[in-house]
């Protein structure tokens, strides 16, 4: 069992910028791909962005391209998400999340962190 755990979350202004991180623990998540997803209340769980096991290839929901960074560190078991020129319209929870059982925009991973509060308020 790979236990995900997310920091990083709070209340930020319109423009502003937050860096998340998902941690884990007790190791053994180098071998996976990653992403994020976020869920806001009243909505489906969706796709932020994923990034493969050896950090070469990401992937970005169109909402979030050019203003999220999805990496990685391996060594350290460390997974990042740099949120920059955030919007209202972005505030939700942030989970991270490994091992997908299908494709990689799908939130069918097999491991999920608990979750951290996104705001974007003014």
């Known amino acids: 069992q790979v236990q995900l755990v997310e920091s990083g979350g709070g209340l930020v202004q319109p423009g502003g910028s937050l860096r998340l991180s998902c941690a884990a623990p007790g190791g053994t998540s180098s071998g996976y791909t990653k992403g994020w997803f976020r869920q806001a209340p009243g909505k489906e769980r969706e796709f932020v962005a994923a990034i493969t096991r050896n950090g070469a290839n990401t992937y970005y929901a169109d909402s979030v391209k050019g203003r999220f960074t999805i990496s990685r560190d391996n060594a350290k078991n460390m997974m990042y998400l740099q949120m920059n020129s955030l919007k209202p319209e972005d505030t939700a929870v942030y989970y991270c999340?490994?091992?997908?059982?299908?494709?990689?925009?799908?939130?069918?991973?097999?491991?999920w962190g608990q979750g951290t509060q996104v705001t974007v308020s003014s």
């Open positions: 999340a490994g091992g997908p059982r299908g494709p990689y925009y799908s939130p069918s991973y097999n491991y």
